[in-house]
């Protein structure tokens, strides 16, 4: 297949894709009476405090607060220098949905611009390499509801 009718063919694709998905027949679509999403109360998965202490402020394995990443707005959103900052800064850009947190753009493993989930993400853009601790965190707090907690 030539290159510009690989092209089409994807861009066929997927536009049938979001038309499957707006006209409500996806299997994975999340419905109004969807059951809320329960937090376990067992401790099991780590807060969100814990994932921006120990991933992503300066200093840690994903860094997004870094100067010259995502410290301030220079690359379409600022995670800022605190946890709160940092998850409104991920909400804003749509990498955590609160409104169907299981379904956030950071724990999605196509989709996610984080290497530790998806290994085609370019982030951390310093570093996009596996990191299965910090992999097994973030899919932990995803499936406990992705609170800013």
């Not at 038309?19 to 996806?26: F, L, T």
């Not at 085609?120 to 406990?144: C, E, S, T």
Request: glycine share 10%; aromatic share 8%.
């Amino acid at each position: 297949m030539s290159y510009p009718l690989f092209v089409a063919a994807r861009v066929a694709g997927v536009a049938l894709g979001l038309a499957v998905i707006g006209c409500g027949s996806s299997a994975n679509e999340m419905s109004a009476d969807a059951p809320p999403c329960v937090p376990p109360t067992d401790g099991s998965a780590p807060t969100y405090t814990e994932l921006y202490n120990n991933y992503f402020a300066d200093g840690m394995p994903g860094h997004c607060a870094k100067s010259g990443c995502h410290l301030t707005d220079v690359h379409g959103w600022a995670c800022g220098t605190t946890k709160d900052s940092c998850y409104e800064g991920m909400v804003g850009v749509g990498l955590i949905d609160p409104a169907h947190p299981t379904a956030s753009l950071l724990a999605d493993p196509k989709n996610s611009p984080l290497n530790w989930i998806n290994p085609d993400g370019p982030m951390p853009q310093d570093n996009p390499a596996p990191f299965p601790a910090g992999r097994a965190a973030i899919l932990a707090w995803v499936a406990a509801c992705a609170l800013n907690n």
